[in-house]
């Protein structure tokens, strides 16, 4: 009985001092940190005036892309995380310019970092070279082996509306489906508003901007 009150504040001790660590320390560490521009004053080694500050954050289409992006699970396979050098071969398969850091975050209400790498980082998958245009996207969403033969993803044609062609002929948003994937003779495949929102969430996701702490290399 006399023990009691020592076990209580060793259980205490270790929580507390696990708390601080984790959460007091890592606070004091990022919790200030601020939108900054690429490149700071070297006089005040502040921001300068009038240059755009980043990082930037997901607008209007964008923003609610994001939200589809969570409710189909899509962080449960990406990743959103670019790793310094030494620690993967991020660079090499020209999955960014810079590792990632803190301050890409700060203005992320949900933080999408991931877990599993099941499919390629999209953390600058807007800025790669087949981001150009959206067709790229919306293929590879409605069925990923129509642009790889050997994709694990699964399809979310679901996202996507099968409806007889019009009169005034196909639709300017229609897919431009080889005809393994293309629907029957007289039918088109065109992106619902979820889809038009992934896609344009996905192409706002770019790194290709410097931070003081990471310049572009």
């Known amino acids: 009985m006399k023990s009691y009150p020592a076990v209580f504040l060793g259980?205490?001790?270790?929580?507390?001092?696990?708390?601080?660590?984790?959460?007091?320390?890592?606070?004091?560490?990022?919790?200030?940190?601020?939108?900054?521009?690429?490149?700071?004053?070297?006089?005040?080694?502040?921001?300068?005036?009038g240059e755009l500050v980043y990082p930037r954050v997901p607008l209007g289409l964008a923003e609610q892309g994001k939200q589809v992006y969570i409710s189909e699970g899509c962080v449960y396979c990406h990743t959103q995380q670019v790793r310094r050098r030494g620690y993967g071969s991020d660079y090499e398969r020209g999955w960014g310019a810079r590792q990632s850091v803190p301050r890409d975050y700060i203005r992320q209400e949900r933080v999408l970092l991931g877990t599993m790498r099941t499919g390629p980082d999209l953390m600058n998958v807007g800025d790669r070279a087949i981001s150009v245009g959206s067709d790229w996207h919306h293929l590879h969403l409605y069925n990923p082996r129509a642009v790889y033969a050997d994709s694990i993803m699964p399809p979310f044609s679901f996202l996507y509306e099968e409806r007889l062609i019009g009169s005034d002929g196909p639709s300017p948003d229609a897919l431009k489906l080889n005809p393994d994937f293309a629907p029957d003779e007289g039918f088109e495949i065109v992106p619902t508003r979820r889809a038009e929102a992934l896609v344009a969430y996905l192409r706002s996701l770019k790194l290709a901007y410097n931070l003081p702490e990471a310049p572009l290399e």
């Open 11 to 49: 259980i205490f001790l270790t929580l507390a001092l696990s708390w601080g660590g984790l959460i007091y320390v890592s606070d004091r560490q990022l919790g200030a940190l601020e939108p900054t521009t690429e490149y700071l004053d070297q006089e005040t080694g502040d921001p300068i005036a």
